[in-house]
């Protein structure tokens, strides 16, 4: 029975597995580069590589929306902090009668903005990219699809991933065992070893990263679950919830009102106290209703530790800080709002599967988690064929095998090359292109049409080696491609310390040369076998006695 359920496990295992294993890849080499998309966004954007940190940043962004939107209903400064180095300040119009409860709606729209150097208050204009953005989006909502279609077909592919890693674990009896063991150039036995070493290794982050991204996705999978979460009525629970909000805010802007003009607190002096009570610098600035009795002033940290409490929950309630511009008086946050325990479970579960809460270091443990991710597909996609190769001993097999085996070359090492080519996009499209992000995003897919298509015509081998060798290639030669576009390479980079943008440079080129060493493993198989040396004469040495004398 044990060894028929086992068996079973089996089947369901590698089955499952194969089924969406390319697009689950996708996912996972997109969404582990997501941990670190601002930095990406910040490499694409050369323009911005030199503002510096300035300890003056605040004022300069106040003074800056002073000048430029001194009638706004609200305005915003992003502050640097150790995941971006310029000042972006943003400001809100006043809403019109009409549009009020429009605006309202739509949670008062974005409003304008500008990038500015963090030293001078200099206006800077980058060029246009989508950045890391796209793929942290691509990595759960694909791509031109219909946003539900694609949420679900991720969630249903997350789905078939938990039921890979669950039955992986009973399928292999010597688990733990295993990841002790590496045969390398043992065929079938070294991407076994390979795909379990890798498994293994992050296998808490594995459950964790696959069961919370079905609970993100969990509406789309299951339409019904956001009554458990949210009511009978998920719509008009929001819509209360935001009247509610709205309620307040007006009750207090019109209690703050009676204060009468007359100078306020210095908002540096606010952000002193603020930080002294968190430990870490402010990284964001909000001021509603600037220059009025009114004015009240929001502060935010530059992490939120918290994995229940998102970084702008609860009004001014969570962990921001908020004061009366006028006295400088602490606002208390309200009460917070009855919730359900799957609401937050969801919410904690949502911050750890983003790690929006991670320091620098942790961000690097989740990164590094995903790779092994990545690699655990890629190396099960690769067994499924070498499995079926060995048992086929030579013979050409079904259809079907030889498609999957040419399907895996485009969607493995196909990808790494679409990825690299959307950041050589990057630095070769003209930088006043129209719809020069779109543009970029237009190479990475035809590039990765392109390796789907290159199989077809070539032999199996000769397509790997060509598609990690150019994969290589194009990420080794990153960091040149940086020195001839930019002045920003890493000759500048590491003496100045900027490591938010040498550190692309860095793994670009560490990762180059991983895949270069892959298409070496694949060229070194390919060599053919040395014939085999002709009977000696009688009068020749034996070759046990030349191989001594040499």
Known sequence: MKANFRQSMSWLHTWAGLVLGWLLFAVFLTGTIAYFRQEVTLWMQPELHGSVPSPRAAELGLAKLAEVAPDASSWTVNLPADRNETLRVSWRKAASRGGAERDAGRGGGRGDGLILDASTGEVLKPRATEGGNFLYRFHFEL???PRAWARTLVGIATLVMFIAIISGIITHRRFFMDFFTFRPSKGQRSWLDAHNVTAVLALPFHVM???SGLLLVAANLLPWSSQVIFGDNPRAAMAASRAAEQKEAEALKAELAKLGGGTSVPIPKLMAEAERE???PVSRITVSEPGKPGSIVELLPTRNDSLILESGSGGLGGVKLAFVAKTG?????PAPR???FVGGLQASLGSLHRARFASVGLRWVFFLAGVCGTLMIATGLVLWSVKRAEKRKGAPGTLGHRLVDHLNVGAVAGLSVAVAAYFWANRL???DLASRGDREIQVFFAVWALTFLQPLARPLRRAWLEQLGAAGLLFVAIPVLN?????SHLGVTIPAGKWLIAGFDIVAFV???AMLHAARKVWRRRQPVAPVASRPSPSAPPAAAVAVES
Do not use: C, F, K
């Not at 020195?483 to 002045?487: H, K, P, V, Y």
């Open 483 to 487: 020195a001839l576009t930019t002045d």
């Open 143 to 145: 791509h031109a699809m």
């Open 209 to 211: 990263i696959t069961y």
């Open 329 to 333: 008086e602490r606002l208390s946050p």
């Open 278 to 280: 968190w430990g870490q």
């Open 511 to 513: 990762t180059g040369l």
């Open 338 to 340: 009855a919730g359900s």
């Open 429 to 431: 499209l003209p930088v």
